[in-house]
């Protein structure tokens, strides 16, 4: 709201004027006694400490897209596991269709809620199971996509039919997260629910076994009963602030997609420019006044005229 931002990238944008401004000064009268020695020297530097600059810039995360946009949150599990249950729970509105019926949940059913400060938009997926009901089936498929583009992920267990062993435990998950490498995965929050059906006894075993082995957080939940809501509500807010962070801290974060894609064009021409300026300084000069371009079309200014006014009043030439 203060504008950081946009002075972020307007600070960038002169910067990346003036090296340019002093490239194209080089190649035009680099035989004038006027020009200072080393003023390709000075421009490698700043263009190099651009460039990691915009590099880390790319590399938040897409903190501040999730902040903008919302977080996408998952719930997923097999069928009648009370995923639709704990959407209406934690929306408190019959936003989804509850039923004893295996399968009832064919498509995702979206709602945008806040959760501990932070915009989160809640995801409810058909049951994950094999059918041969063609619908069902398209509604796993895309339970099983959206779990792939999920930011974090809610799996939902019965509690009443996993037993209280690390194996057992784990063997559920898989079935539920998406293939691939654990650590690219989104961050996911175990939700073991009907707790209010469980033995005496028999919750605390569960969250005993989750501990044992190298499982994610989990809760003991009823939606039945509200019981262990609190705890899934800590659980997920402290999933959000790592993924988030605090907006007020450190330099601010990007906010739109078309930025993130100008700012990785901006980044690809400097990196080009490095590769040209021993061969080609033209060529160099072109990548140069490619990347800026590409910042001007995010902060709205494009103008040659500012490169001649650095070159006159960074250098003698002419007079």
């Excluded at 190099?48 to 977080?71: F, K, S």
Aim: aromatic letters at 2%; charged letters at 25%; glycine letters at 10%.
């Amino acid at each position: 709201m203060e504008g950081e931002l946009g002075q972020l990238y307007q600070r960038w944008s002169e910067e990346l004027t003036k090296a340019l401004a002093h490239v194209e000064a080089f190649i035009d009268f680099s035989e004038d006694d006027n020009l200072e020695e080393g003023v390709l020297a000075r421009v490698d530097a700043a263009v190099q400490t651009l460039e990691e600059e915009v590099r880390g810039h790319l590399q938040d995360g897409r903190r501040g897209e999730r902040l903008r946009g919302g977080v996408h949150v998952v719930i997923a599990g097999p069928t009648n596991a009370g995923k639709s249950s704990l959407l209406n729970l934690l929306c408190q509105r019959p936003a989804a269709i509850v039923s004893p019926v295996a399968g009832t949940t064919r498509d995702v059913v979206e709602s945008a809620l806040n959760i501990g400060g932070y915009p989160v938009v809640l995801s409810d997926t058909a049951g994950l199971r094999e059918t041969q009901d063609a619908i069902e089936r398209e509604g796993v498929s895309r339970a099983r996509e959206r779990l792939q583009r999920a930011d974090v992920v809610l799996a939902v267990l019965a509690a009443v039919d996993v037993a209280p062993e690390p194996g057992c435990l784990a063997e559920a998950l898989r079935a539920v997260l998406p293939p691939g490498v654990p650590a690219r995965r989104a961050p996911c929050v175990l939700v073991l629910n009907k707790a209010d059906l469980l033995e005496e006894g028999r919750g605390g075993a569960l969250l005993g076994a989750c501990g044992e082995g190298a499982l994610p957080p989990a809760c003991l939940l009823s939606c039945k009963t509200g019981e262990g809501v609190d705890r899934l509500l800590s659980l997920l807010g402290t999933q959000l602030e790592q993924m988030c962070g605090d907006p007020l801290a450190g330099s601010p974060s990007l906010t739109q997609a078309r930025h993130r894609l100008h700012l990785t064009s901006c980044l690809g021409s400097l990196g080009r420019y490095h590769g040209y300026k021993s061969l080609d300084l033209v060529l160099a000069a072109e990548e140069l006044r490619l990347a800026r371009r590409h910042l001007g079309k995010i902060t709205g200014r494009v103008s040659a005229e500012e490169i001649l006014d650095i070159i006159f009043r960074d250098f003698c030439v002419g007079k």
